[in-house]
């Protein structure tokens, strides 16, 4: 729906910016930069709609917030949950079944022994209290500095649907095992990874970043070609092919610089917002 008080767009001008947050948004140092937080913002104010798309679950969305200084719209978790940061709720999840779960998790466990196992589970609000979201195996190491996790036993783990699972075994590489993965899991759910230290993520069947932001456009009556998307690892391949102008950063993921239509400098060098301020001066 057209909002009549919204800045009209120039023909060159996307009517949506989505843009993956780590590796693409922030720097190394975890930050958006005051570069790219000036050219979002001037996005924004001219009419474009900015939302957020990455793995990140609800919980780890606000430092992001706070940092661009606006609650733009989040896909989170790969696309299974849209997340409003400014009510702090969750407007939709897709999760992956009870009976799901366990099939593949003894997929997970008989082709990548050793793999520790997590599933990701999402209430109302961001920070639910009454839903444990982070649930572990025993011993689960994490690929992240910030572990939030409850450890629990395998059929706990396997008691409620979960918007993903997660499976990880240190010192292995990502490509490797979804690679392993694929050949087994079949239509019980899609594979994807956000870094290759050893971390795979399965999501529910047929959702993506792709579908996540679709499901944000839609509404707003904005085509797949007035998209334009960002993104650096494989999670973000699905979304840069769907978008009308997909951008890989510098720093991408070989998949991502071959699924891109432009690609900019990396996210240490104010890559997205190099792209930006060609249409928003």
């Known amino acids: 729906m057209t909002d009549p008080t919204r800045p009209t767009l120039r023909p060159n001008q996307p009517a949506l910016i989505a843009c993956d947050v780590d590796g693409t ?29 990455t793995g990140r679950p609800p919980r780890w969305v606000r430092p992001v917030v706070d940092a661009l200084g606006f609650p733009p719209m989040a896909v989170c978790a790969n696309g299974a949950v849209i997340y409003d940061p400014a009510t702090d709720r969750v407007v939709s999840a897709r999760t992956l079944a009870v009976d799901v779960l366990g099939e593949l998790v003894e997929v997970a466990t008989r082709v990548i022994p050793g793999a520790g196992l997590a599933v990701e589970r999402v209430g109302d609000r961001a920070h639910d209290s009454a839903t444990p979201q982070f649930v572990s195996s025993v011993g689960y190491e994490h690929a992240w500095l910030n ?31 979804a690679a392993e993965l694929a050949k087994h899991v079949g239509i019980a759910g899609d594979i994807t990874y956000s870094t290759n230290n050893g971390l795979v993520e399965i999501l529910p069947l047929g959702i993506s970043k792709a579908t996540g932001v679709d499901e944000v456009a839609r509404p707003l009556g904005i085509a797949d070609g007035d998209v334009a ?18 951008v890989a950063m510098g720093n991408a993921h070989p998949d991502v610089l071959a699924a891109a239509d432009e690609i900019t400098a990396p996210n240490t060098d104010d890559g997205v917002a190099r792209v930006l301020e060609r249409w928003w001066r």
């Open 25 to 53: 948004l922030l720097d190394e140092d975890e930050t958006v930069t005051p570069r790219t937080r000036d050219a979002v913002r001037a996005a924004v104010a001219g009419g474009a709609h900015f939302v957020l798309a």
């Open 147 to 177: 572990p939030d996790n409850t450890e629990v036993s395998i059929e706990d783990l396997l008691s409620a649907p979960a918007i993903k699972l997660l499976i990880r075994k240190a010192g292995a590489r990502s490509a490797d095992m």
């Open 229 to 246: 998307a960002f993104g650096d690892m494989p999670n973000d391949v699905p979304m840069l092919l769907r978008a009308g102008h997909g």
